[in-house]
Structure formats: structure tokens, C-alpha cells
């Protein structure tokens, strides 16, 4: 399944129960006799809908909040789509408010527990969906080609992306003599990569897609390999080495048939300007909110535990980017050719 294809088709389906929503909110405050519902708030409320859109398009996008970034967790879920919902519900209250415009806060506290309500049985249905595909041959048939914590990691990340419809189905390894156990939690079998007849145990075994992982993709027999895979119609992938490297999202790059990764830099400078005044502002009113909370407590932890408050070192960026130079010059001599 495609990414972009699942982000649009749950913002879509967010958007479409918000308009059940909103009806169902209307009706848990008025009942189902509406005639005496006036006009003018009924275009207030489509117009707190189209507002709810706006907002809600904006916070799914760039918070990515699909349920399945970073795997799926329902608990992760759940809290995300808690804190947004409650931050565009405070943002629609506050502009009804500087609008002035007559809004049923009740209405609105039920518009936003059907609107939490739906959007998380929208993406457990997904999340069940892709299940249910996967386990009735929708998904696509991996075996993995490597060992050792690439490969655990590999079907972990596989595991928790159902939306990918992607199943592994067993691991090719290096005949290297040593045998690794563990390799896979679940029924996936390990055979070694020398084995005679690889290709037809693959067909056989309706092998769609043939992931590498190895350290050395280069290799002949991985090359052999990989050639005879694309010949009988099995697909070849490969994580490249130092996979560490491309955690920042890279962009590829097309140079006359040359693949360049480029890791971009991360887009936090032009933050820092107004991060550290708007951290004092923050931290000082929530001080401020918290203290008849905090000292009581502080006073209690003095009493029986000895201590209230502790200090400790914290490395920032700049503090960990002279550490990173520190260990460069100290490691790695650079030569200039002239």
C-alpha cells in the first residue's frame, strides 16, 4: 500500500465523519426535533465545520498523524489523535469566542468526543484491514538475505507496518559456517544462502520480493543472485550499507545514471532565534501554575526522602556538535592535496 495513498484516504475519511459528527453533536444537544433549529446557527456550525477541516487537514499532514508513522502502536495513537483533537477544539472555542458568535459549547464538547471517538475507530479499522489482508495472501511474500541485528531490526519494522502488506516469509544467510538462532519470531524458516536449487526453493515457496541486507550487496553470488531473481519475476531490494546514515530522510539523486544520496541537513537553525525566549515564557507561566502544586510536594520529599530537587549535566546541541569535532580531530586526520 502506498503511503501517500493511506495519508489521503484516512484525511479523507477524517473528514467525511467530521460531517457525521457534527451532526451527531447537533442532535445530542437539540434531539432529533430540529424545527425550531434557527438558520443563522446552522451556518454558524457549517462554518465551525469548515473551520474543523481547515484546521484538521493542517495537523494531520504535518503531524503525520495517520496512526502508522513510526509503526503502529495504538497507545502512541491514541494520544496523538487526543492532543490534536483537544488543540483544535480549544483553537474552534477560542475563535467562537473572539468572533463572538453564539456556539453550543456543549455542542462542541460533543463534537469533539465523537470526532476523537471516530478518527481512532478509523485508523483501528485500517490497522484491522491491512491485518486481514496480510493474513489472506494479500500480502507480498519477503524472504531477507543477511544476519545478525539488520535483519531482526528489518522484520521488526516490517512487522509493525501492516499498511505495507508486506509478510516475511524466511532468511537466506551467508554459509559462513556459523549458525544463528533466534533469527525470527515467528515460523519463518533460515536457509543458507550456498543452498543448490535457491531459485526454484523461492518459487516454490512464491517468493514476491527479495530483500538484501548484507554488508557486501556487491558480492558475485549476490549479484547471481539477484539477476536470476528479476529473471523468474521476483523483485530484488537492498537496505545500502551504513543504513545508520539514512535515518534523516535523504533525497536520491540522479547524477547521468549515478544514484547520490544526499542526507539533508536538519532545518533547526532558523528555530533557534525564537526557541529560547519562547522556552523562558513557557517555563516561567507553567512555574508559576504548578507552584502551589510543586512546593507541598517538594516539602513532603525533604521530609521522608531527604531530598525534594536534584541537579544533573544535560548536553545540548552545540555542547554534543564540539564533542563531535573533539572526536574527529582526534580520530580521523584529514590531508589536504593541493
Sequence with gaps: MNPRNLTSGILISDLLWSVLAMCGALVLRYGLDLRGFELHLLAVHASILAAAWVI?????????????????????????????????????????YIFRSYVSRLALVYFGVLLFVGFALIRVGTYLLARAGAHNGAARRIVIVGRGRLVRELERKIHRHPEMLCRVVGFLSPDDGTAESGLSSGPAAVVNIASVGI????????????????????????????????????????VPQ?????????????????????????????????????????????????????LPVALVLRLFKGRAFRREMRCGREKNFRNAQTQCRSFFPWWILV
Design 242 to 294: 551504513l543504513y545508520e546514515l539514512y535515518r534523516s530522510r535523504p533525497s536520491l539523486m540522479d547524477l547521468d545514471g549515478l544514484p547520490v544520496v544526499q542526507l539533508v541537513q536538519p532545518k533547526i537553525a532558523s528555530t533557534l532565534a525564537w526557541k529560547h525566549p519562547l522556552d523562558l515564557v513557557l517555563g516561567t507561566v507553567l512555574f508559576l501554575v504548578v507552584l502551589p502544586v510543586v
Design 56 to 96: 484538521w487537514t493542517f495537523l494531520s499532514l504535518s503531524l503525520a498523524l495517520n496512526g502508522f508513522e513510526g509503526g503502529w502502536r495504538l497507545s502512541a495513537v491514541v494520544s496523538h489523535l487526543l492532543l490534536a483533537v483537544t488543540g483544535m477544539m480549544v483553537v474552534l472555542l477560542a475563535g467562537g
Design 199 to 238: 531459485i526454484d526453493l523461492l518459487c516454490r515457496h512464491r517468493v514476491d520480493e527479495l530483500l538484501l541486507a548484507l554488508p557486501d550487496c556487491a558480492a558475485p553470488e549476490l549479484l547471481s543472485l539477484a539477476a536470476h531473481c528479476r529473471e523468474r519475476g521476483i523483485g530484488v531490494s537492498l
